[in-house]
């Protein structure tokens, strides 16, 4: 087990070890149980949590806020429209100041081709850990939140299990890469078989799929791109079903959705669920387009986990905090 974590930044979970991200996930079941059973959890008393934010959130921001006061210390929330980041403060000067302010930096900062290189920009400046709550490249909490859930649900060897990570089409907005992108990275890692379902216009960063193929050969299992959203579905485990953006083709809004109209169709309902394993569960990082995305018969139904999948971030981020913030 790999302890040795203090003052570590999680950016991405494909720079912690699959010992350091098995260390974590024990420390969050650990913290699960401390909250079921009412015991004390003040691991970080006295401590700050800066929480900067570009961009709305309701999950991230609450689960962050109410861990860190859970192990005894603060959240401060910061964000970017009512402080002077918007006139002018620089990715150096938030390191170097809120560094000394607090004792570990949360961002999201999703903006396409610039919230990953702001937060290493951040990192790089920072005395004090930068935990990345959701950038263009990776949301690798939501994917260690989903990686807990999958466990809980098909216990901690997922072997020979079939993930079906897929496009789905939403008309809210062009959502960023980061969940499908961290998912395939962190899936591949723990021997699965991994489907990345989607439209040809809306595939992933090939240098991220690279990774992936990397992680297959060194940890087992598979990674397989299919373009058909029923063959997704067939004999799969576990269904992941969520919208993104075609970054890759366009970063134009109207054409994107003018690409996107073209797969009204890949609405998630029961007889797609039906394709899949009797016991395979539903899950999505949430808010999903109810109803565009997925029936509400789907994702109220019996196989959908998406309550314990976002209980599940508070328990990841809680055990991220207490292993590099100490
Ligand atoms: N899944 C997720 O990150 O939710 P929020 O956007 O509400 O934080």
């Given at each position: 087990m790999q302890t040795d974590l203090r003052g570590r930044d999680l950016i991405t979970d494909q720079e912690w070890t699959r010992e350091e991200v098995d260390t974590l996930l024990d420390v969050a079941w650990d913290l699960k149980r401390r909250r079921a059973t009412g015991e004390s959890q003040a691991l970080l008393r006295d401590k700050v949590l800066a929480m900067l934010f570009f961009f709305t959130s309701t999950r991230t921001r609450a689960s962050f806020e109410a861990g860190i006061a859970q192990l005894g210390g603060h959240g401060m929330f910061i964000d970017s429209e009512t402080t002077q980041i918007s006139h002018g403060d620089t990715a150096k000067e938030i390191g170097e100041i809120i560094g000394r302010y607090s004792d570990g930096i949360a961002i999201r900062q999703c903006d396409w081709n610039f919230g990953n290189k702001y937060i290493r920009e951040v990192a790089a400046a920072s005395r004090v850990p930068v935990l990345n709550m959701q950038c263009d490249v990776y949301h690798p909490f939501q994917a260690l939140a989903d990686l807990m859930t999958i466990m809980e649900k098909f216990?901690?060897?997922?072997?020979?299990k079939t993930i079906n990570v897929s496009w789905a089409y939403a008309s809210s907005y062009q959502k960023p890469l980061s969940v499908p992108q961290s998912l395939i990275l962190l899936m591949t890692r723990y021997g699965m078989n991994v489907r990345l379902t989607h439209p040809?216009?809306?595939?992933?960063m090939p240098d991220i799929v690279g990774q992936a193929q990397d992680n297959v050969r060194k940890h087992g299992g598979s990674l397989e791109i299919l373009h058909d959203f029923d063959a997704g579905f067939k004999d799969a485990d576990v269904l992941y079903p969520k919208s993104w953006g075609c970054w890759m083709t366009t970063e134009d809004k109207q054409e994107s959705a003018k690409l996107g109209g073209q797969y009204k169709d890949w609405i998630t309902d029961a007889r797609r669920m039906a394709l899949a394993k009797r016991d395979a569960v539903y899950m999505h990082c949430l808010p999903a387009d109810r109803n565009i995305e997925v029936t509400d018969e789907v994702i109220d139904g019996?196989?959908?986990v998406v309550y314990d999948e976002a209980e599940n971030r508070l328990h990841v981020q809680k055990a991220a905090m207490a292993l590099t913030m100490r």
């Open positions: 216990g901690r060897d997922l072997r020979g040809p216009e809306f595939g992933l019996p196989q959908s």
